[in-house]
């Protein structure tokens, strides 16, 4: 999915959101909360390996609050979102506002239904999360999907992130990584 949009689009930011309650927080197969630098550095390592230097990978607890903020940053351009079809696009109808665009600088919102594509299948660009998580610890099954790109010693770069030593994630509370994994952007 991001290969998709970064081939059409100038720029684009993925924003890794953060789990601020219970509900908006994914589990693997093995129960552990998987704290959002873990896909962040994974979505580095694979925008690495396929040369998708016009990606930046971004943090936030609030994905709706900053996107709101990045936009408003802008000016002079097109913003498309870049959203699966399985999402609530409904969320993001809020930027199509009259109220929202009169707070832009000549920033045109494109379409999102029509922008969305439909990112559920297997393969290199179609990559579900939820099939990610309960795979998890079987290399051949990530194999299938994880992307074509990842050299051997990346792939496995990327297995040892979701399968840490000692089989814990550092904690969610613990910013550390995170912050560091922010400053690096």
């Known amino acids: 999915m991001i290969k998709h949009y970064a081939e059409i689009c100038d720029e684009v930011i993925v924003a890794v959101s953060g789990q601020t309650n219970v509900a908006s927080q994914r589990y693997d197969k093995l129960g552990r909360a998987m704290p959002n630098f873990v896909a962040g550095e994974i979505l580095e390592i694979y925008c690495k390996a396929a040369h998708l230097d016009n990606v930046q990978i971004a943090m936030t607890l609030n994905p709706m609050n900053w996107i709101s903020a990045t936009v408003r940053h802008f000016s002079n351009c097109k913003v498309m979102f870049g959203l699966s079809k399985k999402d609530d696009i409904s969320r993001f109808e809020t930027f199509t506002t009259e109220k929202f665009q009169s707070t832009l600088n000549n920033v045109e919102i494109l379409p999102i239904e029509e922008n969305a594509i439909d990112a559920t299948q ?27 790109e990842l050299s051997e010693q990346q792939f496995e770069e990327v297995y040892a992130i979701m399968n840490p030593e000692g089989g814990e994630y550092p904690s969610m509370t613990d910013q550390t990584k995170a912050d560091k994994f922010n400053a690096r952007q």
Do not use: C, M
Not at 134 to 147: C, S, T
């Open 122 to 148: 297997e393969g290199d660009e179609n990559i579900s999360a939820t099939y990610v998580r309960d795979h998890i610890d079987d290399k051949e099954a990530l194999r299938k999907v994880l992307p074509s």
